[in-house]
């Protein structure tokens, strides 16, 4: 299993990115997706949550309205664009893969800052 995140970068507060996690080594319409992000000195958090058929999605309140999940199983990519982003948004963000019995994958990791 390989998940490799990209698309993170330097921001101003107010602009955009879109983040990209490019999976391999499982079958990737059958699994739901999560992002993650995690802040200097704080735990990592769960941000967006997608299923596997796109049919229901989730997110932590201090995103809602700002970010969107996604994902293309025919590219089994899942996306995380984020929108109207805040100096609270800067972190690491993570992409995972949780199977059935709890053994999960997680990505290298992003990082996305967002300066005034």
């Known amino acids: 299993v390989q998940l490799v995140e990209s698309g993170g970068g330097s921001v101003r507060t107010g602009g955009s990115l879109r983040l990209s996690c490019a999976a391999s080594g499982f079958t990737f319409r059958g699994y739901a997706m999560t992002w993650y992000r995690q802040a200097t000195g704080k735990e990592r958090e769960l941000v967006a949550h997608i299923t596997s058929d796109s049919d229901s999605t989730y997110y932590t309140d201090s995103v809602k309205g700002r970010f969107t999940i996604s994902r293309d199983n025919a590219k089994n990519t899942v996306y995380l664009q984020m929108n109207s982003l805040k100096s609270e948004d800067t972190a690491v963000y993570y992409c995972?893969?949780?199977?059935?019995?709890?053994?999960?994958?997680w990505g290298q990791g992003t990082q996305v800052t967002v300066s005034s």
């Open positions: 995972n893969v949780k199977f059935l019995g709890g053994l999960q994958y």
